[in-house]
C-alpha cells in the first residue's frame, strides 16, 4: 500500500482533492462509454427476423441484460477513500478483453439467480423459479457406479471425446429410444450437451454464415453463435401455435447464408413439443435445402406428458440424417446436472471436427463422470418414470395457479419443466408498489422485489412480454409461489 500523503497547504489539497475527482469521474465516464459500445456492438449482431407480414424483415435483437454494468469494475466511493495500488486504478481494461467476448451478454438467467441468492442472503423471504435443473438426487446406482469408477482407478485422461463403453450404450440408447442406427465413431461426448453445442457451432461457422433458432430460445443459443463468429437469425414464434416454428416460417427465414437451424423439443423455455408432423412439416422444407443442417437439442427427451409421444427429427425423416446432429445429455434426463455429460451424433466428418476441437480445449470429460453416465443409459430406468410423474403433477399445479392470476394467459406445455405465461395484458398496468410494469423485465423486477418470487423475464428468451417459471421444486413453493404472483397480478392498477 502507497503511504498517506503527508498534510501539507489547505489550497493545494483543495486542488488535489478537485484533480482526483475529476480523474475518476473521467474513468466513470470511460466505462460506461465502452460498455455502451460493447452493448450497441452485441446488440448489432444479432438479427431478429419477423416472419408477420407486411414484409419479412430483419431487426436487431433487443439488449437484455437485467442488471446492467454487472461486469464493471467497482470504482472507489470517494476519492479520499483508501488510496490504491497503481495498477488496481486500471484493473483490467476494456482493450484487454477480447473482441469475441464483447459480441456476448452475460447469461440473464444465471444473473437473476444470483440476485435471487442475494435478496435471500440479505434475510428476504425468497422463492426461485428461475433455475434449470431438477431438484432431485441423482439415483443411487448411478451414484455407486461413480464411486466404484473412482476405486477401480478410472481417474486419468480418457479417449478426448469419450470412453468406447460409452459410446456403445449411447449408440444403443438412440437404437432403443429412438430407432436410430449410429456407429461409436458418429458419437462424441462432452462436458454438457452445452459443450456438444459449443463445439459444432465453432467448428462449422465462418463469418457471415447464420443460424435459425426459434424464439424464444434457450438463452445461450444466441451467444454461442455469436462467440463462433456466426450470425443468430431469430425467428418469432407464435403462441397459438404451441410456440412452434412453422414450415413457413422456417421457408421464410432460409437464406443462402443460412448453415444450422435450432430445434429443440421439448423447449426450454415454452416446454413446447414437436409432434412427428410437425416435425415433418419442417422436414419437407428442409429437404428443399440441401446445404442447411439441423441441430436437434432433445436434452429434455424423457420429460414430455399426458400421452404426448417423443420424436427427433433425424428419426421422423431419415433423407435428412446426414446434416443432423442429434444432441442429448444426462442432466434433465438423470438429475445429473453437475456430473456435466452430454453426447451428440452426427456424420463422422463433423464429429471428427469436433473432437478436434476438443482435443485442444478440455480433453475429455470428467472420467468419474463418464462411468456414471455409462450407469445412466445401461442401468435401470425407473428414475425416469418417476420424475416425469411429479414434473407432469407440478406442471398441472402451476398452470392451473397461473390461469388462475387475472391477466395471465398460460398455456399447457408438452414437456420440460417450464411454463412461459404472456402477461400481454397487464402491460402499462403498476403495482402496489407503485412499479410502471412497462415490459416483462419491469413486471420480473416489481414481482421480484414485491413478492419475493423470482422468475426469468421473456426479453431474455427473445420473446416477450411473457416470463418463464421453472417449476422444479416442491409443490408447496409452487403453491406459495402461485398464491404470491396472484396477489401480485390482483394489486395491479
Ligand atoms: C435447451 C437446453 N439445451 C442444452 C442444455 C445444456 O445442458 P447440459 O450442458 O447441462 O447438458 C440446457 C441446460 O439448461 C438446455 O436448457
Known sequence: MLSPRPRGDPRVEVLIVFFEQTLVKIEIFRRQAAEFAVRKRAENQIHLFHAAPPAAHRQPLQSCFFFGHAFLPRLPASPRGPRREPHQLQECPMSFLSQTLARVKP?????????????????????SLSAGEPDFDTPAHIREAAKAAIDAGHTRYTAVDGIPELKKAICAKFKRENGLDYTPAQVTVGTGGKQILYNALMATLNPGDEVIIPAPYWVSYPDM????GGTPVAVETEMQNGYRLTPEQLEAAITDKTKWVILNSPSNPTGAGYTREHLQGLADVLLRHPDVWVLADDIYEHLVFDDFKFWTIAQVEPKLKDRVLTMNGVSKAYAMTGWRIGYGAAPEILIKAMSKLQSQSTSNPSSISQYAALAALEGPQDYIAESRAVFERRRNLVVAGLRDCPGITCPKPEGAFYVYPSIHHLIGKTSAGGTLIADDEAFATALLNETGVAVVFGAAFGLSPCFRISYATSDEILADACARIKGFCEGLK
Open 107 to 127: 447469461s440473464p438467467t444465471i444473473a437473476i439467480t444470483n440476485r435471487a441468492r442475494e435478496l435471500a442472503a440479505e434475510g428476504r423471504d425468497i422463492i
Open 225 to 228: 453463435v455469436l462467440l463462433a
